[in-house]
């Protein structure tokens, strides 16, 4: 089973940019199709963005469509999201995890959900 460590997170003012990385191990990450994740606070956690395993197709949520870019380097283990524009409504912790469906965001997930990153965008 693979594991996922998200990091990049940090504070940034509105306007803004971070890049979020999600660093596996265990299995082959080529294999996992990869979202990422965000829970504001108070809020539920909700999707933000997917990629398919080669890196050939990807989906946004509407709140983040244009804004944010996530990308993927297998020979890395990695995926990453690029987030530019920030708005305060972006701070939240974000989180990577591996789905099996495309589309089933949430009733496909493998694994568990890890620590996160925080990110805090100021006014």
């Known amino acids: 089973q693979v594991q996922l460590v998200e990091s990049g997170g940090g504070l940034v003012q509105a306007g803004g940019s971070l890049r979020l990385s999600c660093a596996a191990s265990?299995?082959?990450?080529?294999?996992?199709?990869t979202a990422w994740f965000r829970q504001a606070p108070g809020k539920e956690r909700e999707f933000a963005a997917a990629i398919s395993r080669s890196g050939a197709a990807t989906e946004y949520a509407d709140s983040v469509k244009g804004r944010f870019t996530i990308a993927r380097d297998n020979a890395k283990n990695t995926v990453y999201l690029q987030m530019n524009s920030l708005k305060p409504e972006d701070t939240a912790v974000y989180y990577c995890?591996?789905?099996?469906?495309?589309?089933?965001?949430?009733?496909?997930?493998?694994?568990?959900w890890g620590q996160g990153t925080q990110v805090t965008v100021s006014s």
């Open positions: 995890r591996v789905f099996e469906r495309w589309g089933s965001w949430y009733s496909s997930l493998v694994g568990s």
């Open positions: 265990g299995r082959t990450f080529s294999t996992y199709r």
